[in-house]
């Protein structure tokens, strides 16, 4: 098995991490009427859970968590089929 020591000569290496709140739809008209303070419905609920990505590839599943007035994601679940 890999362990941390093993791979610590990767500790300084940039990975694109990506959340995906949500997405829908919608025609170029819809874009072009939009205005400062609009908003955009998306597909999920705010209790539902999110997908983190890295390098655009599934890498877990997470919740929006707000810790000292700032928004974070905490890590619920590992998609194993990715690591």
């Known amino acids: 098995m890999i362990t941390l020591e093993d791979i610590k ?7 694109e991490v ?4 949500g997405s829908i739809v919608k025609t170029f008209e819809f874009l072009l009427n939009l205005n400062e303070g609009d908003l955009i419905p998306l597909e999920k609920n705010i209790e539902d859970f999110l997908t983190i990505y890295i ?16 928004y974070g994601i905490r890590i619920i679940d590992l998609i194993k089929e990715n690591v």
């Open 18 to 21: 990506r959340v995906e709140l």
């Open 9 to 15: 000569f990767l500790k300084d290496v940039e990975v």
């Open 55 to 70: 390098k655009n590839v599934p890498f877990a599943i997470g919740e929006i968590v707000n810790v000292n007035d700032r």
